[in-house]
Structures are given as C-alpha cells and as structure tokens.
C-alpha cells in the first residue's frame, strides 16, 4: 500500500524557477527519502533525511522534515530542463527499519526551457 | 563500480506462461530488495533478502510469487501462472546497510499478453 501522498501530483515550470514537492506519510519513521525517476525506469537516490534532522541540503536541493505533522517537503531551487522527472518520496518505518521503503504516488515535474 | 543490473529489460509472455527475472545487485551490498511498479504509481514493495534468506515476503501478492538468492548476491524473482494483472515494472535494488539510501536497478518491463 502507499503511505505517502505527494503534493502536487504534476508540476510545470519554467527554467530557472524554483520547484517544490510536498510529501505525507502516516507512520512513525526511521529516515524519509527522495528519488527522481525517468521514463518511468530505474530511481535515483537524491537525498535521506532522518527521523531526527529538520533540513538537509545538496547542491541545488533542500529537504525539510516535520515528524509532528508527519511531512516532507524538497526544494529544487534553480531548476534546469533536465530537471524533469518524476521524484517520489520514500519512508523507512520504524516497525519494519531497513525492511522495506515506502513510496509515495510521485510528483511529476517538468521543467521547460 | 558496476551498478544493480537486471535482466531482461523487457519481458512479454502470454497468460499462464512462468518467467523469471534476474537481479545482479552491487558487489558486496547484503541487502536487496524487490519493489513493482505499475504505470503512474510509485513502486510498492515484494520482498527483502538479507544476506540468503528473505527475511520479510510480506509483499508478495499471492503464492504465485517466490523470489530466491542462494547465494547471497544474484536473486531470482519467479512468477508462476502469469496475469494479466502482473503486467509492470519490476525493480530491484541493493543497499549496502540497513535502513540506508537504495541503488536500484534499470528495472524489468515485464507485459502478460
């Protein structure tokens, strides 16, 4: 079953914009994570964040996580054409750490140039 | 510094038909896991192997599903007496701890006609 819900399901900017994709999840957590997806094949991993961080930066990307709202948000600041992908977040529960992640239904994100 | 391959990339058989589908995970990574993917969904979880054994199956939709990795590095995910309904993506990944970041795979296309 799918734990997270994104938010927005689809995302159309222009280049050189900001993109921000929200994530909601139910139950208590180890770590929550983000990947980009293309063509709908293979994910990458982007950032972790864990259960007791608040923010977390990588190169153009900025992660927050809100365990009392149960929330996560990425932050792609000066986004680029290649840019566009699916990005899904993910959530390691703590009833089955390490197990299994949990995904998210993706934000679809274009960027146009 | 090969990453998680699988093999095929793409599957067709017919309703009824056994594939199995290949996972090479990164060299030296114990854990390794089995998501599917359908078409504008994140990918839910199948199945997780520490080291030989699969130490959480709970994802596996029904006794037509089995996955093995005898030897704790290449897994095997068998679908016996295909659906249509089976039709998806599946991908593997690997993760060199617990509750880490996970590599995944190109992933296997696989469509029952």
């Known amino acids: 079953s799918q734990q997270g819900e994104e938010d927005p399901q689809a995302l159309s900017i222009q280049e050189g914009e900001n993109a921000t994709m929200n994530c909601s999840y139910k139950t208590s957590i180890n770590n929550l994570q983000w990947y980009r997806q293309n063509s709908g094949r293979g994910l990458v991993h982007l950032i972790l964040?864990?259960?007791?961080?608040r923010e977390k930066h990588s190169g153009r990307l900025r992660v927050t996580l809100d365990t009392s709202k149960k929330s996560s948000s990425l932050l792609i600041t000066a986004s680029r054409a290649a840019d566009t992908a699916s990005y899904f977040c993910a959530t390691d529960a703590w009833e089955t750490s390490g197990s299994r992640l949990t995904f998210g239904e993706g934000t679809q994100l274009t960027v146009n140039p | 510094g090969a990453g998680v391959s699988q093999t095929p990339s793409n599957k067709v058989t017919e309703k009824g038909k056994y594939v199995e589908l290949r996972c090479d995970p990164i060299s030296g990574h114990t854990a390794l896991y089995w998501y599917r993917q359908s078409l504008g969904q994140g990918p839910e979880f199948l199945i997780y192997?520490?080291?030989?054994?699969?130490?959480?199956d709970s994802g596996l939709p029904n006794d037509r599903f089995f996955a093995v990795r005898p030897e704790g590095s290449v897994s095997t995910l068998k679908i016996q007496r295909t659906e249509r309904g089976d039709s998806a993506v599946y991908l593997c990944a690997s993760s060199p701890r617990l509750a880490g970041e996970q590599f995944f795979g190109p992933g296997t296309r696989l469509t029952v006609l």
């Open positions: 192997f520490q080291g030989t054994g699969a130490a959480d």
């Open positions: 964040i864990r259960s007791n961080e």
